[in-house]
Antibody, heavy 122, light 107 residues
Framework: QVQLVQSGAEVKKPGASVTVSCKASGYTFTDYYIHWVRQAPGQGLEWMAWIQPTSGATNSAQKFQGRVTLTRDTSISTVYMEFSRLKSDDTAIYFC???????????????WGQGTLVTVSS | DIQMTQSPSSLSASVGDRVTITCRTS??????LNWYQQKPGEAPTLLIYGASSLQSGVPSRFSGSGSGTQFTLTISSLQPEDFATYFC?????????FGQGTKVEIK
């Protein structure tokens, strides 16, 4: 079955960077975009960025530009999200998810990874 | 960015009740609207895509409707496993945006 499995929880100090991985299985990795969505404690969902695994092209929400970097290793069907210059309000669960298209063609998210809690605290 | 407004933000209902959740968008998104369910401590799961298409494996008591700027998610007969938070999400324009969520609680 299609699965996205993320790396484990992280605790970081303000100003540090964190890298979260998302390993895909059960489908052709290069056929789908991988997105990152975060959820602060008790809050809603916020889309951050996507990567197209074939080309490596990326796009991110304006508020995260310059801080989020997505890369991929197609040999192991894994996407990495590096998030830099962390602040306390970046404390959140970070989810990876996939969509067939980046725009309005088949642009729904399914399935989702289990989530990775990133805690930013001094 | 397209703003998404869900209502209500929470509701209490009993097993067997019919439940309707509304999502309004700040711009016309045609039918580029999805609904997700999230249970505590879990990742969201896709219920409805393209405003009214039922995701494979999702019970038929869930349905979606609407177009333009107003959409609804209906649960025809609430079951114990449906107590969760529901989010709408648009995929008409980037950045993709979500509603703030509607928490469905047991009455």
């Amino acid at each position: 079955q299609v699965q996205l499995v993320q790396s484990g929880a992280e605790v970081k100090k303000p100003g540090a960077s964190v890298t979260v991985s998302c390993k895909a299985s059960g489908y052709t990795f290069t056929d789908y975009y991988i997105h990152w969505v975060r959820q602060a404690p008790g809050q809603g969902l916020e889309w951050m960025a996507w990567i197209q695994p074939t080309s490596g092209a990326t796009n991110s929400a304006q508020k995260f530009q310059g801080r989020v970097t997505l890369t991929r290793d197609t040999s192991i069907s894994t996407v990495y999200m590096e998030f830099s210059r962390l602040k306390s309000d970046d404390t959140a669960i970070y989810f990876c998810t996939r969509s067939y298209g980046a725009g309005s063609y088949r642009g729904w998210f399914d399935p989702w990874g289990q989530g990775t809690l990133v805690t930013v605290s001094s | 960015d397209i703003q998404m407004t869900q209502s209500p933000s929470s509701l209490s209902a009993s097993v067997g009740d019919r439940v309707t959740i509304t999502c309004r968008t700040s711009q016309n998104i045609i039918r580029y609207l999805n609904w997700y369910q999230q249970k505590p401590g879990e990742a969201p799961t896709l219920l409805i895509y393209g405003a009214s298409s039922l995701q494979s494996g999702v019970p038929s008591r869930f349905s979606g409707s609407g177009s333009g700027t107003q959409f609804t998610l209906t649960i025809s007969s609430l079951q114990p496993e449906d107590f969760a938070t529901y989010f709408c999400q648009q995929f008409h324009s980037s950045p993709r945006t979500f509603g703030q969520g509607t928490k469905v609680e047991i009455k």
